[in-house]
Nanobody
Framework: VQLQASGGGLVQGGGSLRLSCAVS????????MAWFRQPPGKEREFVAA?????YYADSVKGRFSISRDNAKNTMYLEMNSLKPEDTAVYYC???????????????????WGQGTLVTVSS
């Protein structure tokens, strides 16, 4: 299984970007898909996940929106009102048999994309 993240780039604070994660297999085979990010010099952190419902980190709630299109085998992350602290490499991930209490833990996901860099200027 291959996941390919794209859509990153340089954007001014307050702007928007949409990230895409193309999957080489049917996305419908994964019960849970998620986005994580790793800011410069920091550890990877959870951003959002989609299972039967949506889950968001408090830092992005109300600004980011996760979605998946099983017909296109693609997951998206719509990012609005971007802040400099959103600067990071964004990774997409997928997995199965993930329980709610571990949905924000990267170690529970079996498949990962290579990452796409988002830089937000002030």
């Amino acid at each position: 299984v291959q996941l390919q993240a794209s859509g990153g780039g340089l954007v001014q604070g307050g702007g928007s970007l949409r990230l895409s994660c193309a999957v080489s297999e049917r996305t419908s085979r994964f019960t849970t898909m998620a986005w994580f990010r790793q800011p410069p010099g920091k550890e990877r952190e959870f951003v959002a996940a989609f299972r039967w419902t949506e889950y968001y980190a408090d830092s992005v709630k109300g600004r980011f929106s996760i979605s998946r299109d099983n017909a296109k085998n693609t997951m998206y992350l719509e990012m609005n009102s971007l802040k400099p602290e959103d600067t990071a490499v964004y990774y997409c991930a997928a997995g199965n048999s993930i329980i709610t209490s571990t949905i924000s833990q990267g170690t529970t996901y079996s498949y990962w994309g290579q990452g796409t860099l988002v830089t937000v200027s002030s």
